[in-house]
């Protein structure tokens, strides 16, 4: 597709409308989360380039984070504070909205997992906590899943757990301390128990699950 700059009233209004849809449902994940409610890094540290022709924000393109999915590449765009975010694979751009939700993107940002079904998580900081973005390539076409994940815990990762060979969202928080899973159509498939420290999670804080660690979350 063509790398040229969109009429910035349609880059505005797309932007404020992806903005208000999410950050309405990350409210309702952290009011649920105290309540209720493989990762396999595939490819390496970002770079400083700058991709020429295209803005994040009143600025150009930097390329933060790369992988390789399936053999294709796939690129995390940012300007030059983290923010403004863009994902870029096979020709198709997706707004990073965790940015505009205040995550800051970096080199570690970006995880990717290859397989019938590819899926990739765009991950932002925001302190301790981290906001996550799921975009998932269904029969050649990436579209990223409108349902943000919050973990206060600051691990959102991207695994394996119920032996598909699909990977599932695991999300961990911290009240009370657990992790929860989902499927890449947003939709809950359960809990692990509850803990008392992080630490306790298998693998932490590169969390291991299978799916007989999962039960209904209450």
Known sequence: M??????RSVVVTAVLAAVVALSALV??????????????????AGGSAVTTGVDCGEGPCQVVSRAA?????????ADAQGGNGRFEA???????AVSALGG????NSLSCVGGPVSACLVRGRQDAA???????????????????YYSSAGVV????????NAPEVVVVQTSPVLARVFALDGSALGCTRRYTAV???????????SSGDLRACN
Do not use: C, F, H, Y
């Open 2 to 7: 063509g790398r040229g700059r969109a009429p």
């Open 27 to 44: 409210t309702v994940r952290l009011l649920r989360e105290d309540g209720s409610s493989a990762q396999v890094p595939a490819g390496g």
């Open 69 to 77: 999915v399936d053999g294709r590449a796939v690129e995390l765009l």
């Open 90 to 96: 096979d020709g198709t751009v997706v707004e990073v």
């Open 104 to 107: 800051k993107l970096d080199a």
């Open 130 to 148: 981290m906001i996550a973005q799921l975009v998932v390539n269904r029969a050649g076409t990436w579209r990223s899943v409108d349902k943000p």
């Open 157 to 164: 990762r991207l695994d394996d757990v119920t032996g598909d």
């Open 199 to 209: 630490g306790q999670l298998r693998g932490w804080p590169e969390v291991q699950l």
